[in-house]
């Protein structure tokens, strides 16, 4: 990234850290609650909105006068955006499910489709748990940028919070989106799309009665929601399309993974599981993994190999940019043949 990208970055990041901490301390709330107001007033610059005491409204006044839209790329808004996040889950401690997922991360997804989808000029993306929005923005961008594809977006966030964030975010960077606030699980009616990805949010989906219909569902007691939103999300995938997920490096070794199997035979071809990088999680039960998963029909088929294996370090370039090359023919002679 240049040295002029890297000034804009902590510009906005300034812009967006001081108007919350204004708000934050006017207002006696969390970070997180003030960022949302700045995200949604910074563009429009519309101080009043805040009710704010006239001091401080005069204070949010200047700094927004800093901001001018035009002089920011997305990717660049992005990344402050990830930045302020990133400060509200250390000042608020917020829980663990407004993590972010690491733009190495997203890098590499974003690669991964690319890779597949490079000679198509119109590409389809859903997230089904799409959090903050920052994945799926991130892939947006870099999609938009490595194979200048025509995009259409859609994104499901269940949480109040979050989905401000994300859709504020959205706004900011001009990506147009379809953005549903409802609980994935009751069966959004979210669009067909070419490409579901998502960081799956892992653990027990609290309410049974909502699993019916699904056949990844428990046959006892509660549900994993990243098996039922991966049901859900290939479910609104065309023929042929593909899944991109973030998932537990252990998820085919849990009691559970039996009725996710059986429902992936003949609806889905399991085409690759990388794990990422064990150096990213604080242990081994923690580990995440890419899992690639294609759609039935449209010409598809299992590839010839399915492409396992687990990623070098992201520090370690030389080795990494190699296990790319690897994925690069794999796409090439197994998967796209």
Same mark, same amino acid.
């Given at each position: 990234?240049?040295?002029?990208?890297?000034?804009?970055? !902590?510009?906005?990041?300034? /812009?967006?850290?001081?108007?919350?901490?204004?708000?934050?301390?006017?207002?006696?709330?969390?970070?997180?609650?003030?960022?949302?107001?700045?995200?949604?007033?910074?563009?429009?610059?519309?101080?009043?909105?805040?009710?704010?005491?006239?001091?401080?409204? =005069?204070?949010?006044?200047?700094?927004?006068?800093?901001?001018?839209?035009?002089?920011?790329?997305?990717?660049?808004?992005?990344?402050?955006?990830?930045?302020?996040?990133?400060?509200?889950?250390?000042?608020?401690? *917020?829980?663990?499910?407004?993590?972010?997922?690491?733009? =190495?991360?997203?890098? /590499?997804?974003?690669?991964?489709?690319?890779?597949?989808?490079?000679?198509?000029?119109?590409?389809?993306?859903?997230?089904?748990?799409?959090?903050?929005?920052?994945?799926?923005?991130?892939?947006?961008?870099?999609?938009?940028?490595?194979?200048?594809?025509?995009?259409?977006?859609?994104?499901? !966030?269940?949480?109040?919070?979050?989905?401000?964030?994300?859709?504020?975010?959205?706004?900011?960077?001009?990506?147009?989106?379809?953005?549903?606030? !409802?609980?994935?699980?009751?069966?959004?009616?979210?669009?067909?799309?070419?490409?579901?990805?998502?960081?799956?949010?892992?653990?027990?989906?609290?309410?049974?009665?909502?699993?019916?219909?699904?056949?990844?569902?428990?046959? =006892?007691?509660?549900?994993?929601?990243?098996?039922?939103?991966?049901?859900?999300?290939?479910?609104?995938?065309?023929?042929?399309?593909?899944?991109?997920?973030?998932?537990?490096?252990?998820?085919?070794?849990?009691?559970?993974?039996?009725?996710?199997?059986?429902?992936?035979?003949?609806?889905?071809?399991?085409?690759?599981?990388?794990?990422?990088?064990?150096?990213?999680?604080?242990?081994?039960?923690?580990?995440?993994? *890419?899992?690639?998963?294609?759609? =039935?029909?449209?010409?598809?088929?299992?590839?010839?190999?399915?492409?396992?294996?687990?990623?070098?370090?992201?520090?370690?370039?030389?080795?990494?940019?190699?296990?790319?090359? !690897?994925?690069?023919?794999?796409?090439?002679?197994?998967?796209?043949?």
């Amino acid at each position: 990234m240049s040295i002029l990208a890297e000034e804009q970055i !902590e510009r906005f990041f300034n /812009v967006l850290n001081q108007s919350s901490e204004i708000i934050q301390k006017s207002k006696d709330q969390s970070y997180l609650d003030s960022l949302i107001e700045v995200l949604d007033t910074v563009q429009s610059g519309d101080v009043q909105a805040l009710n704010l005491a006239k001091a401080d409204t =005069t204070a949010v006044s200047e700094i927004y006068a800093t901001f001018n839209r035009d002089d920011y790329d997305s990717e660049v808004l992005r990344k402050a955006i990830q930045m302020a996040v990133l400060k509200a889950i250390k000042v608020d401690k *917020i829980q663990a499910n407004y993590q972010i997922t690491p733009d =190495t991360i997203a890098n /590499v997804v974003g690669y991964l489709i690319a890779g597949i989808f490079n000679e198509h000029h119109q590409l389809s993306l859903l997230d089904p748990a799409m959090g903050t929005g920052n994945l799926l923005t991130a892939v947006a961008n870099q999609l938009s940028d490595s194979i200048g594809v025509k995009l259409s977006v859609s994104g499901i !966030e269940n949480d109040d919070a979050m989905f401000e964030l994300a859709a504020s975010s959205f706004e900011l960077q001009h990506i147009h989106a379809e953005l549903f606030h !409802e609980d994935t699980i009751q069966n959004v009616l979210a669009p067909m799309v070419d490409v579901a990805l998502s960081d799956l949010p892992v653990g027990y989906y609290p309410i049974d009665a909502n699993t019916k219909g699904y056949n990844t569902r428990s046959t =006892t007691g509660h549900s994993y929601v990243h098996h039922l939103m991966i049901e859900f999300a290939m479910n609104h995938v065309n023929k042929g399309g593909f899944g991109f997920f973030l998932v537990p490096s252990q998820i085919f070794k849990t009691s559970e993974a039996k009725q996710l199997l059986k429902w992936m035979q003949g609806h889905v071809y399991l085409q690759g599981l990388l794990n990422l990088p064990t150096e990213l999680f604080s242990n081994k039960a923690s580990q995440k993994a *890419i899992m690639i998963l294609q759609n =039935t029909g449209g010409g598809a088929k299992q590839a010839k190999q399915i492409m396992l294996g687990e990623f070098p370090s992201f520090k370690d370039q030389t080795a990494f940019q190699k296990f790319l090359t !690897e994925i690069d023919d794999w796409q090439r002679n197994d998967l796209l043949q």
